[in-house]
């Protein structure tokens, strides 16, 4: 299947640059939806890729929310890349600030790969959020570790809503994939992503929370929790195997390693010393019941996340992608140089 030139959503934010980049340099002519084309900050960086890439880039105007705003752009693409989505924890209203944007742009910007009569493959942006809710859902649901065939059944719109908008999201994608026949859908599950950042005006949880721990929120101590952990560089690479392999199917959880936040401070601090605030040691608990207000996390949060471990198996990003994945001590000492050049922290 050739493909020239793809629609790509997201494309102004943490892995939405990386993607574009890697498109631009592979030769993809670029159509850029950004929300708002005025907004030049959004997506300077690209222009300047773009200056020594080998793909055109373009920059068309479309929001998730706006009924039929991506069917121009789309119209002529081969492919869409479909990465935007709210990513954040901090929120007033989970169904307009989440869940709206996520289902309704998934249908919003489908319905314009359908319309198009040209795009032939989808690759979504999902999440590991859409494979799993609690940490603690592996072992009530008696598992060793989550594959693609696990779903998320326990996250809604009052627990877990991020995650919950992930899964809904997904769904859709599939549902509305089965039911025509014209594009192939791929569909990428990163789990929590960290690594250098192009852009200075993402608000992703991944630069907030790394802003965060190195500013010292979590100098005092961190509670348990476990993530699967992966380099945005090879986000954005899974991203245009994804596109470029024909044999590729379904979906592909991404991560390199899975470990305990407080691990991951360890493996800067490994590098840093006391360069930074990081957080040492584990807040027990029985304590993070007590204080977990001031990390943003509720009771049957904590409850159901605080000491489980989690397990994500990888491995179908390897064999059917061939993604070979960049050390978790690379991507973070990447970030910590890059967030500490640009004054970040
Ligand atoms: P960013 O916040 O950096 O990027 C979000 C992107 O979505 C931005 O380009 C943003 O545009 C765009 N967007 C948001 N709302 C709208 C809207 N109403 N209309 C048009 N565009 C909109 O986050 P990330 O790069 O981290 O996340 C990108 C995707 O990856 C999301 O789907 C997220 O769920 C998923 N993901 C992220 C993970 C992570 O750890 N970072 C892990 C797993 C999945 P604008 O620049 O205008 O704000």
Request: charge should be neutral.
């Amino acid at each position: 299947m050739e493909i020239n030139t793809v629609m790509v959503t997201g494309g102004t934010g943490y892995i939405g640059s990386w993607v574009v980049k890697d498109l631009l340099e592979n030769g993809y002519n670029v159509r850029l939806a950004a929300r708002n084309k005025s907004n030049k900050s959004k997506f300077e960086h690209l222009l300047k890729i773009a200056e020594a890439g080998r793909g055109a880039l373009d920059i068309w105007e479309a929001d998730l929310l706006k009924e039929g705003s991506f069917d121009e752009a789309a119209k002529g693409c081969e492919a869409v890349m479909h990465i935007a989505s709210p990513f954040t924890l901090r929120f007033k209203d989970p169904q307009k600030e989440l869940i709206d944007p996520a289902l309704k742009g998934t249908r919003n910007v489908l319905n314009a790969a359908t319309k198009s009569g040209t795009v032939k493959k989808v690759v979504l942006t999902s999440s590991v959020a859409a494979v799993h809710g609690d940490a603690i859902d592996m072992q009530e649901q008696g598992l060793e570790e989550f594959t693609e065939d696990h779903w998320n059944q326990t996250s809604s719109l009052k627990h877990q809503p991020y995650s919950y908008s992930k899964t809904l999201a997904e769904k859709e994608a599939w549902k509305m994939h089965d039911a025509q026949d014209q594009w192939k859908l791929l569909v990428i599950n990163p789990s929590f992503v960290i690594g250098p950042s192009l852009t200075k005006t993402s608000d992703s949880e991944s630069i907030n929370l790394m802003k965060d721990m190195l500013g010292g929120k979590y100098k005092t101590g961190m509670p348990e929790l476990w993530f699967g952990f992966v380099d945005v560089r090879d986000v954005a690479k899974a991203h245009l195997l994804a596109l470029e392999k024909d044999y590729a199917e379904g979906r592909h959880i991404l991560a390199e390693r899975t470990m305990s936040m407080l691990d991951y401070a360890g493996i800067i601090g490994e590098k840093y010393g006391d360069e930074f605030k990081l957080p040492k040691s584990k807040i027990p608990k029985w304590m993070v019941y007590m204080i977990g207000w001031m990390f943003g996390m509720k009771r049957t949060f904590v409850k159901r996340n605080v000491d489980y471990p989690i397990r994500l198996n990888s491995e179908k990003s390897k064999r059917e992608l061939g993604l070979n994945y960049t050390s978790i001590e690379e991507s973070a000492a990447d970030m910590v140089e890059q967030m500490t050049a640009q004054n970040l922290i």
